[in-house]
């Protein structure tokens, strides 16, 4: 399914780190898949993988930056809007979804409530 009505964006470095780590895995032509699942203390957590498999039918793709996204359709609904970016801190260093969707987040910073 085509990303038509759904947005979602990568930043600049979010996309730099998604290539990078595809050349390291030695599987440039993949994907990220991006989800959103039932857990942690605030209700929903993200999931984030690199995938190999062809998309399913009803995964929405985006081609942002260069890099191939896939979300399933359940998701989206969590994700429309959202932006994946790069975080680098002297704490803590991966990516982080910058959600408008989300209402709360938990303290340690691993689930989100909507």
């Not at 991006?34 to 993200?46: E, P, Q, T, W």
């Not at 984030?48 to 998701?75: C, N, T, Y």
């Not at 959600?99 to 910073?109: L, Q, W, Y």
Request: charge should be positive; hydrophobic fraction near 35%; include cysteine.
């Amino acid at each position: 399914m085509e990303a038509k009505e759904h947005q979602f964006m990568v930043s600049a470095l979010a996309a730099e780190q998604v290539k990078s780590q595809l050349i390291k895995r030695g599987t440039p032509d993949s994907y990220l898949r991006l989800g959103v699942k039932g857990g942690g203390c605030s209700g929903f957590s993200y999931a984030l993988l690199f995938e190999d498999a062809p998309p399913k039918d009803k995964d929405i793709v985006f081609d942002v930056k260069g890099v191939r996204v896939v979300i399933d359709h359940k998701s989206m609904k969590y994700l429309n809007g959202c932006t994946l970016d790069w975080e680098k801190t002297l704490m803590n260093q991966g990516f982080k979804f910058v959600n408008p969707n989300e209402t709360s987040k938990c303290g340690c910073g691993t689930s989100f409530s909507v």
